[in-house]
């Protein structure tokens, strides 16, 4: 497997997990029954729990543009050691930022973004510079 996709399915991954502790935060607020046939409302959890959410959510929306930029570096053959660092520093940035964001670290929550972000700018440019 090519480095940028094996970044790609460990970000993946983390979306899938990234839920799991504002849910069970809901559990405890909510009940399980309750978190099982309604949608909770999100405001009457803890707030460390509300940031959690919305951290799950920012990685939702940044993984498809990530996904997509290295899934046609991998099929253009434009992937190289360069594109391969610059996904694992995807990854991590985002790991950072779930952790930092769930903490309620205002600034180097956006600096952990803002890592990402550029990183998909890198790839990116890669593709069509």
Same mark, same amino acid.
């Given at each position: 497997? !090519?480095?940028?996709?094996? *970044? ?10 990234? *839920?799991?502790? &504002?849910?069970?935060? #809901? !559990? #405890?607020?909510? #009940? ?6 309604? %949608? ?19 990685? %939702? ?8 930029? @290295?899934?046609?570096?991998? @099929? ?18 985002? %790991? ?16 952990? &973004?803002?890592?990402?972000?550029? %990183? ?7 593709? @069509? #510079?």
């Amino acid at each position: 497997m !090519a480095g940028e996709l094996f *970044w790609l399915a460990l970000s993946a991954g983390l979306g899938l997990i990234l *839920w799991i502790p &504002y849910t069970t935060a #809901g !559990a #405890g607020v909510f #009940g399980l029954k309750s978190g099982t046939t309604d %949608v909770p409302k999100y405001s009457a959890l803890p707030e460390w729990a509300q940031r959690s959410q919305r951290v799950h959510m920012n990685l %939702v929306e940044s993984l498809a543009p990530f996904a997509i930029l @290295v899934l046609i570096l991998n @099929v253009s053959g434009k992937a190289d050691a360069a594109t391969v660092t610059a996904a694992a520093t995807f990854f991590y940035a985002r %790991v950072a930022h779930a952790v930092i964001y769930t903490m309620g670290i205002p600034f180097l929550r956006t600096v952990a &973004y803002t890592v990402g972000w550029l %990183v998909c700018l890198f790839l990116l440019w890669q593709i @069509v #510079g």
